[in-house]
């Protein structure tokens, strides 16, 4: 997998929107982008992901410029609620490339305050 | 549909001895894997398994011990216990374990080593 750089914390307050960006400069062709969520005392669950340009659900938004060499979580007017550990994964299908082996790395901490 | 399950919640055992932690997921997933979380460390990879009978060693292997007999049980075994091991072990597990593939994580399981 491609190796990823996260802040390792981010504060803010409620109401605010949050970006996390995420470095990935070795990122292969056939790389996807992964966002994992993980609240206190719970094991992360997936949020988002996307190849390139911009992707949105119900929870976030992935924007992922051209040349893909990184990549920003949003999350649109947070609450207490959101405060969590977001992980960035990078890596291929099953199809282009190696299974196993995912590094989940620190992740990056955020504290919404009230 | 469980899931994946974990047990136990919460286990204290005293240095030098062994235990079993389990791991089950009634979802067909070929693919499990075993993390171990520690504070300001993030998600570290234990083992991993990309099917019955296939394991695999992750970042942090020594002390740990893994066996994959069928697809849906995938048990984490410490031989000697000691205090380094001290965490919060979680087991996830997706279709094939390409990084696109969403992780489902179990509860975890808090273990203290005396």
């Known amino acids: 997998l491609a190796k990823t750089t996260q802040p390792i914390s981010m504060d803010s307050y409620e109401g605010q929107e949050v970006n996390i960006t995420c470095s990935h400069n070795?990122?292969?062709?056939?790389?996807?982008i992964t966002w994992y969520q993980q609240f206190p005392s719970q094991g992360p669950r997936f949020i988002i992901q996307?190849?390139?340009t911009k992707v949105t659900n119900e929870v976030a938004s992935l924007f992922i410029p051209a040349d893909r060499k990184s990549s920003t979580l949003s999350l649109p007017r947070v609450s207490l609620s959101d405060t969590a550990v977001y992980y960035c994964?990078?890596?291929?299908?099953?199809?282009?490339?190696?299974?196993?082996?995912?590094?989940f790395g620190k992740g990056t901490k955020l504290s919404v305050k009230p | 549909n469980a899931g994946v399950t974990q047990t136990p919640k919460f286990q204290v055992l005293k240095t030098g001895q062994s235990m079993t932690l389990q791991c089950a997921q009634d979802?067909?997933?070929?693919?499990m894997s075993w993390y171990r979380q520690d504070p300001g460390m993030g998600l570290r990879l234990i083992h991993y398994?990309?099917?019955?009978?296939?394991?695999d060693q992750g970042e942090v292997p020594n002390g740990y011990n893994v066996s994959r007999s069928t697809t849906e049980d995938f048990p984490l075994r410490l031989l000697s216990a000691a205090p380094s091991q001290t965490s919060v072990y979680f087991c996830?597990?997706?279709?094939?374990?390409?990084?696109?593939?969403?992780?489902?994580f179990g509860p975890g399981t808090r273990l203290t080593v005396l």
């Open positions: 996830a597990s997706s279709y094939t374990g390409a990084s696109t593939d969403t992780q489902y």
């Open positions: 070795n990122i292969a062709t056939n790389d996807y």
């Open positions: 979802m067909n997933h070929e693919y």
């Open positions: 996307g190849y390139k």
């Open positions: 994964l990078v890596g291929p299908t099953h199809y282009g490339g190696s299974q196993g082996n995912l590094i």
């Open positions: 398994s990309v099917g019955a009978g296939i394991t």
